[in-house]
Structures are given as C-alpha cells and as structure tokens.
C-alpha cells in the first residue's frame, strides 16, 4: 500500500472513529448533549392537503420522539402508512433538528361498493376529512378481492371505449363470485346501458366481445330506434339487445 493510500485510510478510520465516538456520547449522555438534536420540525413534502393534516398529526404524534440520531424512522414510517390513503412515505434526517417525509398518496380512479375508494392499483382506501375526489368516478361492485382484476378491466374497457365510442363512459363494473361480469356505460343525455359479458374462455375474451358490442352499436339503435338498455353478451360470435319496459 502506498504512503498516500495509508495516509487516506488513516483519515477516514479517524472520521469514523470520531462519528462512532459522537453518537455513543448523544446517545448514552441525552441530558448533556441530546437536546441539540431534538426534533423540532416536520417538514412535509409531496401531495398531502390541507385536510390531511389532522391525520398526519396524530400518526406523527405517536411516532416521532428522541433527537435525530434516536428517532426510529421505521416506526414513523409504519405509522404513516397505517394510514390508507398514502401509498408511500420516505422519511429523511434534516439536521440538526427536522425530518422531512415525501408522501404519494393513492389516486383514485372508482368507488368501491362499500363507500371506499379504488386506487389505481387496486388498494382500497379511504379519504380523510374534506379532501378533494373527482366527479364521475365509476363503481365497483363485487368481493374486495377482485378489485385489482376491476382495475385492468376498466383500463381495458376506458381505451375501447376511446377508440369507439369516446363519449361514451364507465358508470359501474361489477363481478360476481364466479367471475363473471358486466359493465354498465353512460352512453350520454342521462342514459345508461348494462353489458352483460360473463366469464372470459380463451378462444371468446370478455375485451374481444365489449369491443364488438361498441362497434355493432350505431347499428343496435338504428334497427331499435333508441338506446338499449341492456345488452346480453355472453354469447360466441352474437348479443342480445333489450329495450326498457317504458320503450317497449
């Protein structure tokens, strides 16, 4: 090893030597030299509202105690993350007394059936106090297993539809035990008509046969004469359209 290689080590032994030394000192003599380092601020980055921030506290609250070098960043994390609506949470040591915590919290893309919301990656979650959620979400109706299932096929449904029928849009997707499914579409001016689509086969997919139904749609309400209010799609290569007992 040559002398300026030894020279380098020696230093950063030194350095650590001396950091080691510190930190023993603050944590073994917290009267003496660990208010210095007491945590007196929170910082919070990313997409947390004003509404938010009852929860925030409380979870902070129970989590947050002793000075930087002390403070169990994991405990604080987990406590941020009971709460639903945050998807992730970073906590970063600000020194000499603040944590700064970068939150993403869930988008909501529907509405379960039980009155939380959807994430789009399927988390359920609900929505502290008076914070904003968009207007229209569809609803999702069926066990809360299936909810990431409902995600991939409303993203499915959601890009037919633009390819269409873009006016049209996606009030609810709902799924049995079985697995089988319909989607109901507002097809405008107050309008809603339910697809029956079943379950998936291998050769019959339940997105080949809500793309036909799109497609053969002008032609559905020409030879009807309005808009159906139920179409049956569970069969191969064929549907069944239905008007409402008032249109009949």
Do not use: C
């Not at 009971?82 to 993403?104: M, N, Y």
């Not at 909810?147 to 997707?173: G, L, N, S, W």
């Amino acid at each position: 090893m040559s002398k300026a290689s030894r020279a380098v080590l020696g230093t950063l032994l030194f350095i650590g030597v001396g950091i080691g030394a510190f930190w023993t000192v603050v944590n073994y003599f917290p009267n003496a030299f660990g208010h210095y380092f007491t945590v007196r601020h929170v910082r919070i980055k990313g997409e947390a509202s004003p509404g938010d921030a009852q929860a925030l506290q409380g979870a902070l609250t129970s989590s947050v105690s002793g000075n930087l070098f002390t403070i169990d960043t994991e405990k604080v994390e987990d406590a941020l993350m009971r709460l639903s609506w945050i998807k992730t949470a970073s906590i970063r040591r600000v020194w000499p007394d603040a944590l700064e915590i970068a939150i993403i919290k869930h988008r909501a893309i529907a509405q379960f059936e039980d009155g939380r919301f959807v994430a789009d990656d399927g988390a359920l979650f609900t929505i502290e106090g008076d914070a904003p959620v968009a207007a229209g979400l569809p609803e999702f109706f069926g066990q809360e297993a299936f909810a990431p299932d409902m995600v991939k096929r409303y993203q499915a449904f959601f890009a037919v539809i633009e390819k269409t029928q873009p006016r049209f849009r996606v009030a609810e997707i709902s799924v049995t035990d079985r697995g089988s499914w319909t989607v109901v579409l507002d097809v405008g001016e107050s309008r809603l008509m339910s697809i029956v689509l079943g379950i998936d086969h291998a050769d019959d997919s339940i997105a080949a046969r809500f793309e036909e139904v799109l497609r053969q749609y002008p032609e559905v309400v020409r030879i009807l004469g309005t808009v159906p209010e139920r179409i049956d799609a569970r069969y191969r290569s064929a549907f069944a359209a239905s008007l409402s007992q008032v249109n009949q």
